[in-house]
């Protein structure tokens, strides 16, 4: 099999980047721009075509309330016949009371076989609520055995640190069916440098298991991925079913000036075989003022094999390779 290599970075000044394979042929593409006010997606027949491929804004912020500020991180599912995006917002850009943003998790809904449409082709179904009102980010859904997952990151007041991850089953793509179950806060050194983080998750199912990494940690050069894994035939809603890495399955690679790669995303190549991981990165250290703000973290995807056991193996981030 010929070795499969992208353009690197493939898309400048776009985080959290989420890439989907869609049976229409397509890929699409959605990320947080820069400017945080609103929502665009952009597709292709390949991955580099999507480099080149015009962004179509599907949404945008409103002027006020829970949906007017800091647009983040937005996934683009398609579940039962429909299009659905999962994005965090807030209603300020100021902190709470516990030195954080204020963002909570939002679905907007397409039932036109292209997402691409227009505008008023998408209607918001509000709010994803879960029981604690508090700091949420970062959505992203899965399917098992005829079930749809909910798998997200929120701050709980009594436990140390920014966000850590939950699950529960859900009851439509809106709406949450269980009571959350937490399966990983920050706890390792290399989770808890700067800021106390479990954000950006995301499911892989192969080989008989899910795979669901996270990045963990401030958003400068010390971000880096962790990962759960349970056994796809036990219950996902039992903590215990889960086991963690210990240390970060990808991390900065100063050799080659990569900072901080993480939030990243699963998809398939156009082999329709070659695994890829889609991810985020700098290529310095020296930001001025909150990371957060620093438009320079660029899409980048790269192909990764599996260990002998049947376990990702990520290797490191690649290194520049435009001309």
């Known amino acids: 099999m010929a070795e499969i290599n992208y353009t690197a970075p493939l898309i400048i000044q776009r985080a959290d980047p989420y890439i989907y394979r869609h049976t229409d042929g397509y890929y ?19 991955i580099e075509g999507l480099a080149h491929a015009a962004p179509r804004t599907i949404w945008r912020k409103h002027d006020e309330g829970p949906m007017s500020q800091l647009i983040w991180a937005p996934e683009l599912h398609y579940i039962g016949g429909k299009w659905f995006v999962y994005f965090a917002a807030a209603e300020t850009t100021a902190f709470d009371e516990n030195g954080m943003f204020q963002h909570r998790m939002f679905c907007i809904e397409c039932d036109q076989d292209n997402p691409m449409g227009k505008e008023e082709d998408w209607i918001e179904r509000g709010q994803v609520k879960t029981p604690m009102d508090s700091f949420s980010l970062d959505a992203t859904t899965f399917e098992l055995n005829g079930k749809l997952y909910y798998v997200w990151a929120q701050k709980d007041p009594d436990i140390k640190g920014n966000s850590n991850l939950y699950i529960a089953e859900m009851v439509n793509p809106w709406t949450l069916k269980t009571k959350p179950v937490m399966l990983s806060k920050p706890e390792y050194d290399w989770e808890t440098k700067v800021f106390w983080v479990n954000e ?4 892989l199912h192969r080989n008989g298991r899910l795979f669901l990494t996270y990045s963990a940690s401030a958003t400068d ?9 349970c056994a796809d035939d036990a219950d996902v809603l039992d903590a215990a079913n889960w086991s963690k890495s210990k240390t970060p399955v990808f991390q900065s690679d100063i050799a080659h000036d990569q900072f901080g790669p993480g939030h990243n995303s699963f998809t398939v190549a156009e082999d329709g075989q070659t695994d890829l991981m889609v991810y985020h990165c700098r290529n310095y250290t020296d930001i001025k003022g909150d990371p957060l703000y620093d438009p320079n973290r660029h899409t980048i995807v790269k192909p990764f094999t599996y260990d002998a056991n049947g376990v990702p193996e990520f290797g490191k981030p690649v290194p520049y390779n435009y001309k």
């Open 28 to 46: 699409y593409f959605t990320a947080s721009v820069p400017a945080y006010n609103r929502i665009e997606i952009r597709r292709a027949r390949t």
């Open 221 to 229: 050069e010390n971000y880096a991925m962790g990962m759960l894994t």
């Open 200 to 203: 950006g998750p995301a499911v």
